[in-house]
């Protein structure tokens, strides 16, 4: 399996709502990430765990929480999210210098 | 600090003709380089990486790019090129180095091939 999953494609959530996003990968990688991409624009590193350890936060908001249950899985949990929030949200593993990323959730906050 | 710099915002260039897309890096010490499609509404799919070796790399759907240290450039090249290869194309640096999990993109450049 060379591939990371990401749950669900799209959704779309209300500014009061709870959801959670999901990426998982089978290839044994140990550093995950997060990425939030704009339209046309590049990805923006959001969170980077390592050996299922937060590393790396860039500063983001609280109302994203990144939690990592275990080695293959990542998830983002959601809550009171803005509209400028609504973007494609990326994962991605790493190990040895290859990343590998999903094809993203695409999240609409109305 | 690591960065990339993609100086084009759009590249046009006629079906069969040579595709070039220009990358240079800033780097401390070692670079990782990558190259990385996107169409609409999709993931990023990886075209090709240099890590070490030969400075001509050899990726996915005909494409390669050349490492030169010198100009700390990584171009993209493809000889050939097709309208299905019209997409938003990012190149990516992190430096060596163990602990150092940092990937940098640069802004993008949207290709377009006119057939």
Known sequence: DTEVTQTPKHLVMGMTNKKSLKCEQHMGHRAMYWYKQKAKKPPELMFVYSYEKLSINESVPSRFSPECPNSSLLNLHLHALQPEDSALYLCASSQRGGYTFGSGTRLTVV | ?115
């Open chain 2, 1 to 115: 600090a690591q960065s990339v710099a993609q100086p084009e915002d759009q590249v046009n260039v006629a079906e069969g003709n040579p595709l070039t897309v220009k990358c240079t890096y800033s780097v401390s010490g070692n670079p990782y380089l990558f190259w990385y499609v996107q169409y609409p509404n999709r993931g990023l799919q990886f075209l090709l990486k240099y890590i070490t070796g030969d400075n001509l790399v050899k990726g996915s759907y005909g494409f390669e790019a050349e490492f030169n240290k010198s100009q700390t450039s990584f171009h993209l090249k493809k000889p050939s090129a097709l309208v299905s290869d019209s997409a938003l194309y990012f190149c990516a640096v992190r430096s060596f180095g163990y602990g150092n999990n940092r990937l940098a993109f640069g802004k993008g450049n949207q290709v377009v091939v006119i057939p």
